[in-house]
């Protein structure tokens, strides 16, 4: 450690040149790691808000709940309980007089079930009438506030929002929670359908009669771009790390050759081949633990500078795993060099 702490010292540099190369790397996987992980919560915000463990829907759906339609002679055989919940679902635009407009995706639930009773309200109160709405506190960020006269589509009634609920998105979209009835009217279906599915916060429950049962991570993994998305971001953090390896060890090769005299005069001076690789392998962490350091305190400044409209969000588990990742590409790139300081001659170099 010491040797390595000196010679950083003395080449301050060359050493903060690679620094910056692990600065610059750091920061992008960061970033991204945040955007990822804000994104997929952007999607899902709404549905983990409910703590469900199963939804069932029509089986000829495809899985997705926009195209799921469960008719009420189907929802008379489900055999609801408390831990069951109808859902309906509807893409709106939502618009209020001197607003912006807003695309957001409409839920329609009962107030006698238990996403009703699970949502969690900010400011005001859960709607209690069929004109009422709850929506994502993304509205107020956009100017609308409790009491605004809210049209839906092109429908010409026009609903008051009596309540906001923090973290209440799905497919990047904002939520906004009304009745049943409302869906209906909505996604232009009459009364004989119940819902687009049927969410339940019991582990064990299972639905027949046309309908099939998914598992919360089934019926997220099936959401609209969510599975790619995240496919996406894996293989580009996969790849900023594989070249962050590369880069690491191209750099610390060069300066292995270039360093081979002084090698081979510690060695003739009795100095282990092992000090040698250890020394190697304390400068690569101490190079890349600096790089870390730096590039978490930029991405915490970039944090701060960000407007709330961006979805970055990090995950400690996450953001830990992608840490240690960077730290073993370091010490993975400092092991590539270390044939050539166990195979140094020190007569052949010093002589040559």
Do not use: C
């Not at 009773?117 to 005001?124: A, F, M, N, P």
């Not at 009422?132 to 100017?143: H, L, P, T």
Request: proline share 3%; net charge positive.
């Amino acid at each position: 450690m010491f040797l390595a702490l000196k010679e950083i010292r003395h080449e301050k540099l060359r050493y903060g040149l690679i620094i910056g190369m692990i600065v610059l790397v750091t920061y992008l996987v960061f970033v991204l790691s945040g955007l990822a992980y804000g994104l997929a919560q952007q999607n899902t915000q709404a549905i983990s808000s409910w703590d469900a463990s199963r939804v069932a829907l029509d089986k000829d759906a495809n899985d997705s709940l926009s195209q799921s339609l469960i008719t009420s002679t189907t929802a008379k055989k489900v055999n609801m309980t408390s831990h069951e919940a109808y859902l309906g679902q509807a893409g709106v635009v939502a618009k209020a007089k001197g607003q912006a407009k807003l695309s957001a995706q409409f839920l329609g639930i009962s107030r006698d079930q238990f996403i009703y009773k699970t949502i969690k309200v900010t400011s005001g109160h859960k709607p209690a009438k069929a004109n009422q709405i709850m929506v994502d506190d993304s509205f107020k960020a956009n100017g609308y506030a409790l009491g605004d006269k809210v049209t839906l589509n092109s429908t010409s009634s026009k609903y008051t929002i009596v309540g906001f609920t923090h973290n209440a998105k799905m497919s990047v979209a904002p939520v906004v929670y009304g009745s049943l009835g409302t869906w209906r009217t909505l996604s232009h279906v009459t009364s004989d359908y119940k819902a687009n599915g049927i969410v339940s916060n019991d582990a064990n429950f299972s639905a027949k009669h046309g309908l099939d049962t998914l598992s919360m991570s089934q019926f997220i993994n099936k959401l609209p771009g969510y599975s790619a998305q995240n496919t996406t971001f894996t293989f580009m953090i996969a790849f900023l790390m594989i070249i962050a390896m590369v880069v690491i060890a191209v750099f610390l090769y060069i300066l292995t050759m270039q360093k081979l005299p002084n090698y081979a005069v510690l060695r003739a001076q009795g100095i282990p081949a092992k000090v040698l690789v250890t020394t190697t392998i304390s400068q690569a962490l101490l190079l890349v633990v600096g790089g870390l350091a730096i590039g978490a305190a930029l991405t915490l400044a970039t944090v701060l500078a960000l407007p709330a409209g961006v979805p970055m969000s990090f995950n400690l588990p996450l953001l830990g795993g992608v840490t240690a990742g960077i730290l073993l590409t370091g010490v993975i790139g400092a092991l590539i060099p270390v044939k050539i300081i166990l195979n140094v001659d020190p007569v052949s170099v010093i002589g040559g």
